[in-house]
């Protein structure tokens, strides 16, 4: 039977994600445009059959149905499989309270097997069938963009780029052969007059005496 649930408690209650809440809305819109639907599309009026809640405790129609997939009954259904039981509510009252043979009750067999057919089954493909919404497909981008290789923890120093170590080391080698041949040279040449100039007194000395 339907149970009627507290306000808090039907906050609580998982709503039908945009991928189900559209296959719901599609298909009973679709079952609502089928010409042998015109029985169900709307509730049964008690004044016309005042007896038919005496028969049927638990009344079903399409357009109930939709409005509860609307946006401001989000939480009507929380699952696929409610929705489809909310259809089948609407085929069994059908078969309890009318003749098989009956016009209302032809319909309601032909319209089951449509809809068992075409539409009970079909929301397994839910995954590949039905467009996301934009957040999903925000997701699905986001998920589907490779993300950048794994280098590890950054360290404290960076290597050099290659550019910059040959013209380092370019640097290096002219300022290391260049500083011997441009200091050394003339130190030895001082060193050399200096030398001669303390050997010349006593040469001088040896040639006087």
Not at 104 to 131: C, M, Q
Request: net charge negative; proline share 9%; with cysteine.
């Amino acid at each position: 039977g339907t149970v009627t649930m507290s306000g808090r408690q039907s906050k609580l209650r998982k709503p039908l994600c945009f991928a189900e809440r559209e296959f719901c809305r599609r298909a009973t819109e679709d079952l609502l445009k089928n010409d042998l639907s015109w029985p169900f599309r709307k509730p049964v009026c008690c004044k016309s059959v005042p007896f038919y809640r005496k028969i049927i405790k638990h009344p079903m129609d399409l357009a109930t149905i939709l409005k509860r997939i609307s946006v401001d009954r989000w939480n009507s259904y929380c699952s696929v499989s409610e929705w489809r039981d909310d259809m089948r509510l609407i085929f069994k009252n059908c078969q309890v309270f009318n003749e098989d043979d009956s016009e209302i009750g032809k319909a309601g067999h032909a319209l089951r097997g449509y809809f068992e057919e075409n539409w009970a089954n079909a929301s397994r493909l839910l995954v590949t069938g039905d467009p996301p919404s934009p957040m999903e497909a925000t997701e699905g981008e986001t998920e589907g963009t490779p993300s950048p290789p794994d280098c590890g923890p950054p360290t404290c120093t960076s290597s050099p780029k290659p550019d910059e170590t040959e013209s380092t080391l370019q640097a290096t080698e002219e300022s290391t052969n260049s500083v011997p041949v441009e200091t050394t040279e003339p130190m030895l040449e001082a060193e050399a007059e200096e030398g001669e100039q303390e050997m010349a007194p006593p040469i001088a000395e040896s040639v006087a005496t």
